[in-house]
């Protein structure tokens, strides 16, 4: 094992949740609905039917593509990519080739190193991202086969990665996080079981050379990648209908098992498209691929060039939220939350959303101590107290649950008697009527106390001390 590295590189494909379908008006809601009844002689792929591109399609695209730093291409086109399929009724689909949207992006996040959960920030390159049309569903039955054509058409989102990684848990912790910011973005479900994200990896293996020790970081191997002194492997091996994370992930480590298996056999990997059966956890063969497909791509000509605007790209590249992995940093650095804690809220926008907002309500109660962040996150992570019925009465039940820690009497009056005999003048002002400073009293014992009592309690007591 430790004589090859493995080089896995990503194709995943997102279906945009607009309205209408790419190229014409038909609803892109199919999921689920009677076969072929959002279909018409555009989607159909009918003599004559002209397509008409969908406006926030490409913006959508556009966004994600920017979500994941590619530098965009002012002047984009569409091209035709040629092959025959049942499910493709005009013979072509409609897709990008030369000048995708999106080009040369990064992705960074942690990744966890080993089981101890100790994390290291890696960097995986986008080599581009494009649109494209999805295609019809065949469904077999029996001894026949059906074709619907509801998704035929339907915006899809091609996402290719460099084969920037090597195990099947970096695999599925960036298809996590993708998955999370298509999300975020609000430009899709990403729903695998649905369909509406589908990912296939390629993997193929290196053969370790004797000046390849193993704790090489990553970026020095990607640089020899680049720079020619490490030519990649001659072959790919893709895996294709993967349906969950788990299962990418147990994919790619017994496609590597088996290849390495195969090579130290002094066999040759065959260069081919394998299923994943979800029952043994193994990879079976499909078809064997050609090295070069001959798609005929041409530009598509009942589509005009697409030039965007440098300042139409800036406000789009603007109104990007803060994406999960910005947010979980932020939420370590400015909460001083527990990373796991962190990584679980920042899984979902309206979780993370509420989970702000919990913490600014709470922390403006008085008898709350400042470090209240974490114990928010907490409640929320243990699911002690639900989020369904929203953020405030979230904070309702929060706070009739929350009890700071019960202080000893002597103490507390121990720390009372030491406020008042430092703060004479405070207790002089109360004295002749000015009630506000009985606040100030009570922070000063808050402090010392560091929050472990509550000011209600605090307050009733120094009131009854100094009372005249
Ligand atoms: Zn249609
Ligand atoms: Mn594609």
């Known amino acids: 094992m430790s004589n090859y590295i ?24 199919y999921f689920g609905k009677e076969p072929n009844t959002h279909v018409c002689p555009v989607c159909l ?6 397509p008409v591109p969908n406006k926030k399609a490409i913006e959508w695209a556009i966004c994600i593509a ?23 009724p005009k013979g072509y689909q409609i897709s990008q080739y030369d000048k995708p949207f999106g080009y040369d992006g990064a ?34 039955g029996g001894d026949e086969t059906l074709v619907d054509f509801n998704r035929s058409s339907v915006p899809l989102v091609e996402i290719v990665t460099q084969p920037d990684f090597h195990s ?35 993997i193929s293996l290196l053969p370790c050379t004797g000046d390849l020790s193993g704790d ?29 994370f788990r299962f990418v992930k147990l994919a790619v480590e017994h496609e590597i098992e088996r290849q390495v298996a195969l090579l130290e056999r002094g066999e040759r990997v065959k260069q081919e498209t394998r299923g994943f059966d979800e029952k043994t956890g193994k990879t079976y063969a499909q078809r064997s691929k050609e090295d070069a497909h001959d798609y005929r791509y041409f530009p598509e000509p009942d ?49 993370a959303d509420q989970f702000e907002e919990i913490v600014v309500t709470v922390s403006a109660h008085k008898d709350i101590p400042d470090s209240v962040a974490q114990k928010v996150a907490n409640v929320i992570v243990n699911k002690k107290i639900g989020l369904s019925r929203g953020a405030n009465a979230f904070v309702k039940e929060f706070l009739a649950h929350y009890k700071p820690k019960e202080v000893d009497t002597a103490i507390l009056d121990g720390v009372i008697e030491r ?32 929050g472990k009592a509550p000011a209600d309690v605090l307050k009733e007591k120094i009131v009854e001390r100094i009372s005249p």
């Open 45 to 50: 792929g009918l003599p004559g039917a002209l």
């Open 6 to 29: 493995p080089i896995i590189g990503l194709e995943i494909h997102v279906e945009l949740a607009t309205r209408s379908k790419m190229f014409c008006q038909c609803s892109a809601d």
């Open 419 to 450: 406020v008042i005999v430092a703060n004479q003048k405070a207790v002089d002002d109360y004295k002749k009527g000015k009630e506000s400073v009985i606040m100030f009293l009570v922070g000063q014992a808050m402090r010392e106390l560091r």
């Open 107 to 140: 992705v960074s996040l942690d990744v966890f190193k080993n089981k101890e959960k100790e994390y290291v920030e890696e960097t995986f390159r986008i080599r581009r991202v494009h649109l494209e049309e999805d295609t019809g569903k065949l469904i077999h």
């Open 216 to 244: 090489m970081d990553l970026s020095h191997l990607h640089a020899r990648i680049d720079d020619g002194l490490l030519p990649l492997p001659g072959y790919k091996v893709e895996v294709k209908n993967i349906n969950s």
């Open 303 to 351: 589509i005009p060039p697409l030039v965007f605007d440098q300042a139409w790209l800036d406000s789009s590249l603007h109104a990007i939220p803060e994406l999960p992995h910005m947010r979980l940093e932020r939420y370590v650095r400015e909460y001083d939350l527990r990373y796991q804690d962190a990584l679980i809220l920042t899984r979902n926008r309206e979780i």
């Open 168 to 202: 099947g848990e970096y695999v599925k912790r960036f298809l996590e996080e993708l998955q999370t910011i298509v999300r975020y973005l609000g430009v899709s479900d990403a729903d695998m079981e649905k369909g509406s994200m589908r990912m296939e990896p390629n």
């Open 66 to 88: 920017q979500a994941l730093g590619c530098h965009i291409n002012a002047y984009s086109k569409f091209d035709r990519k040629h092959y025959f399929y049942p499910d493709l």
